[in-house]
Structure formats: structure tokens, C-alpha cells
């Protein structure tokens, strides 16, 4: 039997009916990028989340980007992650010339394994990177505090 890792056809059948209304408004309105809508989310997200902006952008990766852009890193820093990961996760930091630290995974969870992390860390460590996968979180707690005592940056 072949079990496929993402299964988009049945996802969208949920969804299918709201995302038709959201394209056909789009398409009717001819506003793709920015705008209105994406201000609104912008804000509401903000607010959700507490922060006082929030930016909608095109992807994961290009959020990675710009958080580890605006936090200076490049060549000679190292960013670690998880090994097991989109390869979206480590793009951004190959193209900010920087190292990525792949970090394997603890096998019960699927998450980046923190005693492997603690041993990953050097002087050229500037950022960590968990990765939640299957609805698991890494061990924030945990990490978060690790990133603090090494005066690291987190991203969460």
C-alpha cells in the first residue's frame, strides 16, 4: 500500500468552498500582492500574537530569511537546526553565507534532540533553529533556556 507523505487532494476538500470565495474575491478585486487584506492579517496577527507588527511574507523560508538577516548573521556564523527538516529551513542560512548545524533528531518525538543541541554549540553558534513537525513542538522550554544561557537567538 502506498501511503503518501502529504495528502493536498483530501486537505483541500475541507477547505475548498472558503478557498474558492478567497480566490475569487482576490482575482475580482485584481489585488495579489499586499493590500488591504494582507494589512488586515498583518494586524490582526500582530495582536493575536501580542507584538506590535507583524509581516506577511511569501513563504517560511523568507521569514526565516529576514529574521536571520535582520539578526546580522553571515559568513562565519553558525545557525543550528534540525536534520530532519525542509530543506526550506537551511537555504536561508546557506544563503547568508552562514554554516548550518544540522542537529539529529531524540526518536520519540521527531524533534530536535536537546542533548545533541547542548553538544553542537561553539563559539560561532549565533541562532537555533527547532523545527515542530507532526503537531509535536520541540522542547521550547527547554531550548529556550539553553539559548539564553549561551546568549544565543532563538527562533521559535
Do not use: W
Not at 488586515?40 to 511569501?58: D, H, M, Q, S
Not at 522542547?139 to 539559548?147: D, G, L, T, V
Amino acid at each position: 500500500m502506498k501511503i503518501p507523505l502529504i495528502d493536498l487532494p483530501r486537505q483541500y476538500k475541507g477547505i475548498k468552498k472558503e478557498t474558492i470565495t478567497i480566490i475569487d474575491d482576490a482575482f475580482s478585486q485584481g489585488n495579489f500582492i499586499l493590500g488591504e487584506k494582507v494589512e488586515k492579517f498583518e494586524n490582526e496577527f500582530a495582536r493575536y500574537c501580542g507584538v506590535k507588527y507583524c509581516i506577511g511574507v511569501a513563504s517560511g523560508t523568507d521569514a526565516l530569511l529576514l529574521s536571520l538577516k535582520a539578526l546580522g548573521v553571515g559568513p562565519g556564523d553558525e545557525v543550528i537546526t534540525v536534520a530532519f527538516t525542509f530543506v526550506g529551513t537551511a537555504l536561508p542560512i546557506v544563503y547568508l553565507g552562514a554554516k548550518p548545524v544540522l542537529v539529529d533528531i531524540d526518536p520519540d518525538t521527531y524533534q530536535i534532540d536537546v542533548e545533541k543541541l547542548k553538544k553542537a554549540i561553539t563559539k560561532k553558534t549565533k541562532v537555533i533553529i527547532p523545527v515542530h513537525l507532526f503537531g509535536i513542538p520541540a522542547r521550547i522550554s527547554e531550548i529556550n533556556k539553553i539559548a539564553k544561557e549561551k546568549n544565543l537567538f532563538l527562533s521559535k
